[in-house]
Protein backbone atom coordinates (compact mmCIF):
# COMPACT_ATOMS: atom_id res chain seq x y z
CA UNK A 1 0.00 0.00 0.00
CA UNK A 2 1.16 3.37 -0.86
CA UNK A 3 2.20 5.94 1.40
CA UNK A 4 3.37 9.15 1.53
CA UNK A 5 5.12 11.42 3.97
CA UNK A 6 5.42 14.84 3.77
CA UNK A 7 7.69 16.80 5.96
CA UNK A 8 7.98 19.60 7.81
CA UNK A 9 4.12 19.80 8.98
CA UNK A 10 4.49 23.55 9.25
CA UNK A 11 7.00 25.70 8.05
CA UNK A 12 7.51 29.34 8.71
CA UNK A 13 9.70 31.66 6.82
CA UNK A 14 10.05 35.42 6.05
CA UNK A 15 9.55 36.90 2.82
CA UNK A 16 12.01 36.46 0.16
CA UNK A 17 13.80 33.18 1.33
CA UNK A 18 13.67 30.47 -1.05
CA UNK A 19 12.31 27.32 0.61
CA UNK A 20 12.19 23.60 -0.22
CA UNK A 21 8.84 21.29 0.52
CA UNK A 22 9.62 17.68 0.57
CA UNK A 23 7.71 14.83 -0.27
CA UNK A 24 8.39 10.91 0.12
CA UNK A 25 6.54 7.87 -1.01
CA UNK A 26 7.32 4.39 -0.16
CA UNK A 27 6.36 2.43 -3.71
CA UNK A 28 8.28 3.62 -6.59
CA UNK A 29 6.23 2.22 -9.29
CA UNK A 30 4.25 5.47 -9.81
CA UNK A 31 2.66 6.71 -12.90
CA UNK A 32 2.98 10.75 -11.90
CA UNK A 33 2.95 12.90 -9.15
CA UNK A 34 0.99 16.33 -8.65
CA UNK A 35 1.81 19.21 -6.59
CA UNK A 36 -1.14 20.92 -4.84
CA UNK A 37 -1.87 23.98 -2.95
CA UNK A 38 -4.88 24.73 -0.52
CA UNK A 39 -5.88 27.18 0.88
CA UNK A 40 -8.35 27.33 3.91
CA UNK A 41 -12.00 26.25 2.93
CA UNK A 42 -10.86 26.19 -0.56
CA UNK A 43 -10.39 23.00 -2.49
CA UNK A 44 -7.18 22.10 -4.68
CA UNK A 45 -5.48 23.62 -6.86
CA UNK A 46 -2.98 22.33 -9.14
CA UNK A 47 0.98 23.44 -8.96
CA UNK A 48 2.65 20.55 -10.89
CA UNK A 49 2.26 17.26 -12.33
CA UNK A 50 5.71 15.56 -12.91
CA UNK A 51 5.24 12.14 -14.93
CA UNK A 52 7.60 9.24 -13.97
CA UNK A 53 9.60 9.58 -17.15
CA UNK A 54 10.04 13.28 -15.69
CA UNK A 55 12.52 14.93 -14.05
CA UNK A 56 10.68 17.92 -13.01
CA UNK A 57 9.06 20.52 -13.73
CA UNK A 58 8.75 24.43 -13.36
CA UNK A 59 5.80 26.95 -13.64
CA UNK A 60 7.11 30.53 -12.37
CA UNK A 61 8.52 30.68 -9.29
CA UNK A 62 7.84 27.11 -8.57
CA UNK A 63 10.03 24.08 -9.41
CA UNK A 64 9.33 20.33 -8.45
CA UNK A 65 11.49 17.56 -8.80
CA UNK A 66 11.40 13.92 -8.73
CA UNK A 67 14.09 11.18 -8.08
CA UNK A 68 11.56 8.16 -8.62
CA UNK A 69 14.12 5.36 -7.56
CA UNK A 70 14.90 6.87 -4.16
CA UNK A 71 11.18 7.56 -3.85
CA UNK A 72 10.98 11.29 -3.55
CA UNK A 73 9.95 15.08 -4.72
CA UNK A 74 10.97 17.97 -3.64
CA UNK A 75 8.77 21.39 -4.07
CA UNK A 76 10.97 24.72 -4.42
CA UNK A 77 9.89 27.95 -4.07
CA UNK A 78 12.14 30.92 -5.08
CA UNK A 79 11.25 34.49 -3.27
CA UNK A 80 8.62 33.81 -0.91
CA UNK A 81 5.52 35.97 -0.59
CA UNK A 82 2.51 36.20 1.63
CA UNK A 83 0.68 35.43 -1.05
CA UNK A 84 2.39 31.96 -1.01
CA UNK A 85 0.76 31.18 2.31
CA UNK A 86 -1.50 28.05 2.70
CA UNK A 87 -1.15 24.41 2.55
CA UNK A 88 0.77 22.40 0.01
CA UNK A 89 -0.09 18.81 -0.74
CA UNK A 90 1.89 16.19 -2.40
CA UNK A 91 -0.35 13.17 -4.69
CA UNK A 92 1.31 10.37 -6.28
CA UNK A 93 -0.77 8.23 -8.83
CA UNK A 94 0.01 4.30 -8.68
CA UNK A 95 1.20 2.52 -12.11
CA UNK A 96 -2.36 1.30 -12.82
CA UNK A 97 -4.27 3.45 -10.95
CA UNK A 98 -7.16 5.02 -12.88
CA UNK A 99 -5.67 8.34 -11.81
CA UNK A 100 -6.57 7.74 -8.36
CA UNK A 101 -4.28 9.63 -6.05
CA UNK A 102 -2.89 8.77 -2.25
CA UNK A 103 -2.06 12.07 -0.35
CA UNK A 104 0.38 13.70 2.02
CA UNK A 105 -0.40 15.25 4.75
CA UNK A 106 0.56 18.58 3.91
CA UNK A 107 2.72 21.00 4.42
CA UNK A 108 1.27 24.43 6.07
CA UNK A 109 3.55 27.40 5.10
CA UNK A 110 3.06 30.51 6.37
CA UNK A 111 5.02 33.73 4.67
CA UNK A 112 5.27 36.73 6.86
CA UNK A 113 6.24 40.16 5.83
CA UNK B 1 -11.43 25.49 -20.82
CA UNK B 2 -13.04 23.20 -18.47
CA UNK B 3 -15.32 24.01 -14.74
CA UNK B 4 -16.05 22.33 -12.56
CA UNK B 5 -18.96 22.53 -10.28
CA UNK B 6 -20.16 21.64 -7.10
CA UNK B 7 -23.32 22.29 -5.12
CA UNK B 8 -24.10 22.98 -2.28
CA UNK B 9 -20.79 24.77 -1.11
CA UNK B 10 -21.92 24.15 2.95
CA UNK B 11 -24.25 21.79 4.06
CA UNK B 12 -25.68 21.54 7.76
CA UNK B 13 -27.87 18.34 8.00
CA UNK B 14 -28.97 16.05 10.91
CA UNK B 15 -28.26 12.87 11.93
CA UNK B 16 -30.01 10.17 10.05
CA UNK B 17 -30.84 12.55 7.14
CA UNK B 18 -30.77 12.40 3.72
CA UNK B 19 -27.09 13.40 1.63
CA UNK B 20 -26.80 14.41 -2.00
CA UNK B 21 -23.89 16.30 -3.29
CA UNK B 22 -23.94 17.18 -6.69
CA UNK B 23 -20.27 17.79 -9.32
CA UNK B 24 -20.84 18.52 -12.32
CA UNK B 25 -17.89 19.31 -15.29
CA UNK B 26 -17.85 21.40 -18.32
CA UNK B 27 -15.45 21.61 -21.56
CA UNK B 28 -14.26 18.21 -21.42
CA UNK B 29 -16.36 14.75 -22.23
CA UNK B 30 -16.10 11.27 -20.75
CA UNK B 31 -13.91 12.73 -18.20
CA UNK B 32 -12.89 9.94 -14.83
CA UNK B 33 -14.45 11.78 -12.16
CA UNK B 34 -13.83 11.58 -8.46
CA UNK B 35 -15.07 11.66 -4.78
CA UNK B 36 -12.52 12.53 -2.45
CA UNK B 37 -13.13 13.58 1.63
CA UNK B 38 -11.23 15.61 3.67
CA UNK B 39 -11.97 15.05 7.60
CA UNK B 40 -10.93 17.49 10.23
CA UNK B 41 -7.06 16.59 10.93
CA UNK B 42 -7.03 13.72 8.38
CA UNK B 43 -5.50 14.03 4.91
CA UNK B 44 -7.49 13.11 1.83
CA UNK B 45 -9.52 9.95 1.25
CA UNK B 46 -10.86 8.83 -2.06
CA UNK B 47 -13.95 7.39 -1.82
CA UNK B 48 -15.45 7.15 -5.68
CA UNK B 49 -14.36 7.30 -8.88
CA UNK B 50 -16.30 6.52 -12.12
CA UNK B 51 -14.63 6.09 -15.82
CA UNK B 52 -17.90 6.42 -17.40
CA UNK B 53 -22.07 6.55 -17.35
CA UNK B 54 -23.34 4.23 -14.83
CA UNK B 55 -19.85 2.60 -13.46
CA UNK B 56 -18.93 3.16 -9.74
CA UNK B 57 -15.82 1.95 -8.31
CA UNK B 58 -16.05 2.17 -4.17
CA UNK B 59 -12.76 2.43 -2.79
CA UNK B 60 -14.28 2.48 0.76
CA UNK B 61 -16.94 0.70 2.29
CA UNK B 62 -19.46 3.19 4.48
CA UNK B 63 -22.57 4.56 3.86
CA UNK B 64 -22.19 6.31 0.68
CA UNK B 65 -23.14 5.73 -2.13
CA UNK B 66 -22.11 7.15 -5.74
CA UNK B 67 -23.62 7.70 -9.30
CA UNK B 68 -23.00 8.81 -12.90
CA UNK B 69 -26.22 9.54 -14.63
CA UNK B 70 -24.83 11.96 -16.92
CA UNK B 71 -21.20 11.82 -18.96
CA UNK B 72 -20.53 14.47 -16.46
CA UNK B 73 -22.32 14.79 -13.34
CA UNK B 74 -21.31 13.24 -10.74
CA UNK B 75 -23.76 12.54 -7.56
CA UNK B 76 -22.43 11.50 -4.11
CA UNK B 77 -25.59 10.17 -1.81
CA UNK B 78 -26.21 8.69 1.52
CA UNK B 79 -29.64 7.20 2.69
CA UNK B 80 -28.65 8.12 6.02
CA UNK B 81 -26.43 10.35 7.61
CA UNK B 82 -23.53 9.54 10.43
CA UNK B 83 -21.90 11.99 12.29
CA UNK B 84 -18.60 10.70 10.94
CA UNK B 85 -20.13 11.59 7.51
CA UNK B 86 -19.00 15.08 8.23
CA UNK B 87 -16.06 16.75 6.21
CA UNK B 88 -14.93 18.60 3.07
CA UNK B 89 -15.71 16.97 -0.23
CA UNK B 90 -14.18 17.48 -3.21
CA UNK B 91 -15.04 16.28 -6.54
CA UNK B 92 -12.28 15.80 -9.27
CA UNK B 93 -11.72 15.29 -12.80
CA UNK B 94 -8.59 13.93 -14.60
CA UNK B 95 -7.57 15.70 -18.11
CA UNK B 96 -5.60 13.68 -20.62
CA UNK B 97 -1.94 14.65 -19.17
CA UNK B 98 -3.87 12.55 -16.02
CA UNK B 99 -3.38 15.42 -13.66
CA UNK B 100 -6.35 15.54 -11.72
CA UNK B 101 -8.66 18.82 -11.14
CA UNK B 102 -10.51 19.53 -7.86
CA UNK B 103 -13.96 21.77 -7.68
CA UNK B 104 -14.30 24.20 -4.59
CA UNK B 105 -15.58 22.00 -2.35
CA UNK B 106 -18.75 20.65 -0.12
CA UNK B 107 -18.32 21.46 3.77
CA UNK B 108 -20.83 18.87 5.55
CA UNK B 109 -21.19 19.09 8.60
CA UNK B 110 -23.60 16.28 10.64
CA UNK B 111 -25.12 17.52 13.92
Known amino acids: KQEVTQIPAALSVPEGENLVLNCSFT??????LQWFRQDPGKGLTSLLL?????REQTSGRLNASLDKSSGRSTLYIAASQPGDSATYLC????????????FGQGTILTVHP | SQTIHQWPATLVQPVGSPLSLECTVE??????LYWYRQAAGRGLQLLFYSVGIGQISSEVPQNLSASRPQDRQFILSSKKLLLSDSGFYLC??????????FGPGTRLTVL
Open chain 2, 27 to 32: GTSNPN
Open chain 1, 50 to 54: IQSSQ
Open chain 1, 27 to 32: DSAIYN
Open chain 2, 92 to 101: AWRNPTSALF
Open chain 1, 91 to 102: AVAGGTSYGKLT
